[in-house]
């Protein structure tokens, strides 16, 4: 039952890790290959032409999503030290 209960809290902080970094990580990817579109079309290729689009979505995301992301993590975080008497009693 140990290993059970380490590897559910695994699955948990992956899964909980990919939700709270969704948001900005799809934005950032939306972003360049919008930027990609536009360079391709002007036929423009300065590289550093994407990083302020996607950094100032990356920001964008931050300040929408944080009051989510941070009710999330601290979810996640409330739940684990409520279960910890659990998983110590199983050994």
């Known amino acids: 039952m140990q290993f059970d209960s380490y590897a559910d809290i695994t699955h ?5 890790a990919l939700m709270v970094s ?6 950032a ?9 536009f360079q391709a079309v002007t036929q423009i ?16 995301a931050l300040v ?3 009051p989510w992301m941070s009710d999330t993590l601290t979810t996640f975080t409330k739940d684990l030290f409520l279960n910890i008497p659990k998983i110590v009693l199983e050994r």
């Not at 290729?45 to 964008?60: G, R």
């Open 12 to 16: 948990q902080a992956i899964k909980v």
């Open 22 to 27: 969704a948001p900005m990580l799809i934005g």
């Open 29 to 37: 990817l939306i972003m360049g290959i919008l930027v990609s579109l």
């Open 64 to 66: 929408f999503f944080a």
């Open 45 to 60: 290729n300065e590289q550093t032409l994407s990083f302020i689009p996607k950094i100032l979505v990356i920001v964008a």
